[in-house]
């Protein structure tokens, strides 16, 4: 796993998550086809699936102008903004999808929102107020002496550059800027060069404007001037697109009173705003509106060792008896919502390899309450948020070497698959479709359980806890060691990649609603063979939909469960811990190579053998050929490297299609001979690395110790009381719905926490102090709102 903590440097860092629900009371409200986007200022960042008339009807018994979304997001935001927008389409095919409405949020305003479930208003959209971007100006107030003696003033203004601006219809923008003087009665206007395709154009103009004239000046102009008309002019600066042979497009606009100039220059980026008519619409229909839950973050990174004391203790969670007193336990356990504490917990935990043990310990600590063997893991516990979370993280190269090539091939050349009789279309043939959903069915299914050797290490060692604890606390049932890694990896893993698939970047864009009805069913069919023990005549008949039940009749063959069960063996197989239920070692892999052999043949050519490899749990062996004793066999815990060679790098031109073996001889420091092997194996990935920000991680889990602090507060007070008063307590209390397994141990971990969180506390304060005291205002880092008063 790849390091990346900060360093020395102070590091502002925003994440934005939440869940964009539905709408309702949409305008235009008849069948349509709609979809949500989210932008940052202009830059759309997110969009939704296209939730289609003809699926709405079955969307939660709701009506047709009120689209389920049901979608979630996490991002992170690299770049300052103004704005967080939602935006309600409604979807054209043959022209431009129309904006139905907005949903816009001050950047300042999202902490009022954060982690709460909110309808907003639908706002009209309206292109004067759609900005984004900020511009370099610098200003000046010069006093003129002329040829008779008199002063006069006059206006400088430099228009450096702009950055951020937004893309037009997808590209760079052609952005030109008018600069005014602007009173009560002038309005002097120049006009700079129009910049072809860049969003951040580079202007270097200067422009001059005659603020006052001299009390000499006599000649009639347009312009009747006078002295104090200085309070009352301002100087604007508005971007535009150059449309070339169609209307020019607004960008944005900034003011800035003449009268804060004095005799100063002034130099400064400000932000463009919308033009103040810009949100005002001759509408007045109601547009509908948006539920939405947004939970906007800003972290404040200081340099490393600042975070030591509160990382050791983070880390040192899994060796804490019981575990329930740790200090990763209790942080999730006072965070209202579980998932604000698992992601950067379970990344803190992977990036300094303790996510493993912890995994095990939260995860017998779940199966105490679990009474029956059929619901293992089944819950939204501490555990089960872990792994979901682990295998996000580490199984993204593992579900794209695994399925990507058959969702492509789904999507691309989709078959109907509808075997529903009241969702059938006019001439569909269920035989037909039930043979095409079992084509694809068969092929995922084919996919997966070839895929063990590609599963990452941690995902595997995880997968060999989970096992080995369903197994020790329902020792009778032989079948829970599988559903304990079934219910992961079936359930959350596969079958939830196969629905969402551009949730896990296995495909671009949403795929449309009969494709994504198609992977619905191929869901649906994964869980049910993954899950172990499923295809019984007793399992079949508690099917909700009839046409699921007969589909899965065509399933009853003893191969797809020794499938599975293979499979599960394979992923939940670790040589380096000997399980004593496991008696014989897991052929991972087996067939035929060319070996190259040490040296060469007498007439200096390299000299490649066919042999058959044959690779297991505990050991890499090659033979002769099939069903021969090994010639050679390597334990797994002696192969230092494995990795991914073309056929190219032995400069052989081989005229078979199998992969190529190569054996190196190396040393290590002790002198002791080893081998390393490098094995062409085929495509088979190695673990990926992820980079994972510790410091980062650790600076969010202190934010959520200081948001949660009067709940850490009440559970030190409540541990201190059930210390001293051991007898049954009279009333629930504030803390009743904590785990507190041993008071004496988590008061201890309680008062380390609220030790380390109020010293961090103070180095966050001083860091704030000195970031106040150095910030200049007006910077590229710390811009000017556009209006200045």
């Known amino acids: 796993m790849a390091a990346q903590d900060g360093g020395d440097a102070v590091r502002v860092l925003q994440n934005l998550r939440g869940k964009i629900y539905d709408a309702k009371h949409l305008v235009p409200n008849k069948m349509r086809d709609f979809f949500c986007t989210i932008n940052l200022d202009q830059e759309e960042v997110f969009r939704t699936q296209v939730v289609e008339k003809s699926l709405r009807s079955e969307s939660l018994s709701i009506g047709p102008d009120s689209p389920y979304f049901g979608e979630e997001f996490y991002f992170e935001i690299p770049r300052t903004f103004q704005w967080l927008s939602f935006y309600i389409y409604d979807k054209s095919v043959l022209q431009k999808d129309l904006r139905i409405g907005k949903v816009a949020i001050k950047k300042e305003d999202l902490c009022n929102y954060t982690g709460k479930e909110n309808w907003f208003t639908l706002q009209p959209v309206d292109s004067n107020s759609e900005v984004q971007g900020k511009v370099h100006l610098e200003l000046k107030l010069n006093e003129l002496i002329t040829d008779n003696g008199s002063v006069c003033q006059q206006l400088v203004v430099h228009i450096k550059e702009c950055h951020g601006l937004p893309l037009i219809n997808g590209q760079n923008c052609d952005p030109y800027a008018t600069v005014s003087l602007v009173g009560p009665s002038r309005n002097d206007q120049k006009k700079t060069k129009v910049k072809k395709k860049t969003s951040n154009p580079q202007f270097n103009e200067t422009f001059y404007f005659e603020v006052t004239r001299s009390s000499s000046y006599t000649k009639k102009s347009q312009f009747q001037v006078e002295e104090e008309d200085i309070e009352k002019l301002e100087v604007r600066v508005d971007l535009w697109n150059n449309g070339n042979l169609v209307q020019d497009v607004f960008l944005g606009e900034i003011k800035v009173p003449v009268k804060v100039l004095r005799n100063d220059s002034f130099q400064a980026w400000y932000l463009l705003q919308p033009r103040e008519n810009g949100n005002k619409s001759s509408k007045t229909d109601d547009l509908g509106s948006l539920r939405l839950n947004i939970c906007y973050t800003e972290d404040c990174v200081l340099p490393s060792e600042y975070y030591t004391s509160l990382r050791n203790l983070l880390l040192k969670s899994s060796d804490v008896q019981p575990v329930s007193a740790s200090a990763a336990y209790i942080l999730c356990e006072v965070c209202r919502d579980k998932y604000d504490a698992v992601l950067p917990l379970v990344r803190l935990l992977l990036h300094h390899h303790k996510l493993v043990p912890f995994v095990a310990a939260v995860a017998e600590l779940d199966l105490k ?411 590229e880092e710390n811009p000017i709102i556009g209006k200045v008063s």
């Open 369 to 779: 309450d679990t009474q029956e063997a059929n619901t293992i893991f089944r819950g939204n516990s501490l555990a089960t948020r872990c792994v979901d979370e682990m295998m996000k993280i580490v199984g993204k190269h593992y579900l794209k070497v695994t399925l990507k090539p058959v969702i492509d091939e789904i999507c691309e050349s989709p078959k109907p698959c509808e075997i529903d009789p009241i969702k059938l279309k006019e001439g569909d043939n269920v035989e037909t479709n039930m043979e095409n959903l079992r084509y694809y069915v068969d092929k995922v299914f084919r996919e997966i359980v070839r895929s063990s050797i590609s599963c990452p290490t941690l995902m595997c060692d995880v997968f060999y806890s989970l096992r080995h604890l369903a197994a020790k606390r329902f020792p009778n049932d032989p079948h829970v060691q599988y559903s304990a890694v079934s219910s992961f990896v079936f359930l959350r893993f596969f079958a939830v990649a196969v629905v969402s698939p551009h949730t896990f970047h296995l495909r671009p864009h949403h795929p449309d609603a009969q494709t994504s009805r198609t992977l619905t069913l191929i869901s649906k069919a994964i869980q049910t063979l993954g899950s172990w023990g499923s295809l019984t005549k007793s399992k079949l008949s508690s099917f909700k939909e009839t046409f699921m039940c007969e589909f899965f009749k065509t399933f009853q063959e003893e191969k797809f469960t020794e499938s599975v069960k293979k499979f599960l063996d394979d992923v939940s197989s670790t040589e380096s811990k000997e399980p004593s239920g496991l008696s014989e070692p897991v052929h991972l892999k087996e067939g035929e190579m060319y070996k190259r052999a040490q040296g060469r043949t007498r007439i200096g050519k390299k000299n490649f053998k066919k042999r058959w490899f044959c690779l297991t749990s505990r050991e890499f062996t090659y033979h002769k050929q099939q069903d021969k004793e090994p010639i050679f066999t390597i334990p797994i815990k002696n192969i230092l490297a494995v990795e991914k060679l073309d056929e190219s790098s032995f400069n052989k031109k081989n005229p078979h299609s199998g992969p190529v073996a190569h054996s190196v001889l190396t040393s290590i420091q002790n002198s002791e001979a080893v081998m390393k092997y490098s094995c062409y194996l085929g495509d088979v990935p190695a673990d990926t690395q992820i980079e994972v920000d510790g410091d980062r991680e650790t600076e969010r889990i202190y934010s959520l110790f200081t948001i949660n602090m009067s709940k850490l507060q009440k559970l030190e007070e409540a541990c201190g009381s059930i210390a001293v008063y051991q007898g049954p307590q009279k009333e629930p209390d504030d803390y009743s719905n904590f785990t507190i397994e041993d008071s004496v141990a988590t008061f201890h971990t309680l008062k380390q926490i609220i030790d380390t969180v109020e010293k961090l506390n103070e180095s966050h304060e001083k860091y704030q102090k000195k970031r106040s005291s150095n910030a200049k205002y007006g910077t």
